[in-house]
């Protein structure tokens, strides 16, 4: 995936920074009102679709509140190709990465998505190789999907995947309450939220043993495809890889004979609340 800039008229959704690692998503931080309840100027996170609430955050005074609005006042005043907004939150860091993608990306998370659509995070470390956003390589990446209601605090920890090789000198951590709109497929759906907190990166062992030992099987597969953790699993949710969701149960397997053929990202939630990715395909 090539590294995500986005930009809505007078919104840059752009922060930029040298520090190494991000600390409480810097959510602690006083926030500047753009349109009330909606977009928020904060330092560490910039100009952004989102704001920031007071109310039960699970860590400090403050958490970021992310939510998909139909309002075409609003949309023609950011210059928005559609009515329907989705939330959106952004931080660019720029500097030396010497350990990149050895730590997961870790934060708190709660979300309520309507059915088609997902909540979406995304964090990569990319070396930006010259001045333009063309010649960026991703060379980790961190990606988790949010489906259903989720209305409870819960601790996630995403391991990085390598993609590619360079010099990490740039991370972007990007979260939007549509994931279709994110990634191109479509405007998103209205009435989602998500809620975020406590973001940083750092080591926890016991995510990257449990990650280690997930055997998902068979993959490639035509219907049945199971997976087993080192511990209980309480969901598992699919998504295509235009972001849309596709689907998910509360078992230890899923049937997705009824799926188009291609890939798909899953997210395992185990009964501690750690999550697990990875891609499936359907053949």
């Not at 040298?18 to 926030?31: I, L």
């Not at 349109?35 to 904060?42: R, W, Y």
């Not at 080591?203 to 495809?225: M, Q, R």
Request: with cysteine.
């Amino acid at each position: 995936m090539k590294k995500i800039l986005l930009a809505f008229g007078f919104l840059g959704l752009i922060a930029s920074a040298s520090a190494q690692n991000v600390v409480n998503g810097n959510f602690e931080a006083t926030a500047t009102e753009l349109l009330p309840g909606i977009a928020t100027d904060s330092p560490g996170w910039g100009q952004g679709l989102y704001t920031m609430e007071t109310a039960s955050p699970f860590a400090g005074l403050q958490s970021a509140k992310l939510r998909s609005i139909v309002d075409p006042m609003v949309a023609a005043a950011i210059q928005s190709p559609s009515d329907t907004i989705p939330g959106l939150l952004q931080q660019v860091m720029n500097g030396a990465f010497p350990n990149a993608g050895s730590q997961p990306l870790m934060f708190a998370e709660k979300h309520t998505a309507v059915m088609g659509d997902t909540c979406v995070i995304v964090a990569q470390f990319s070396d930006t190789m010259g001045a333009g956003n063309m010649d960026d390589v991703v060379m980790f990446q961190a990606l988790g999907y949010y489906a259903g209601t989720s209305n409870t605090w819960t601790s996630v920890s995403l391991p990085f995947q390598q993609f590619g090789a360079g010099t990490a000198n740039r991370l972007i951590i990007i979260a939007s309450t549509s994931a279709a709109y994110l990634f191109g497929a479509g405007t998103g759906l209205p009435n989602n939220q998500f809620w975020l907190d406590n973001i940083s990166i750092g080591a926890v062992n016991s995510i990257t043993e449990l990650n280690a030992e997930i055997n998902v099987y068979p993959n490639p597969s035509s219907d049945i495809v199971n997976f087993e953790a080192s511990e209980a699993i309480s969901s598992v949710v699919l998504v295509g890889m235009d972001g849309k969701f596709a689907t998910s149960t509360t078992e230890s397997s899923i049937n997705i004979s009824t799926l188009p053929n291609g890939i798909y990202f899953y997210t395992v939630t185990t009964v501690s609340g750690q999550q697990l990715t990875g891609k499936v395909t359907k053949i």
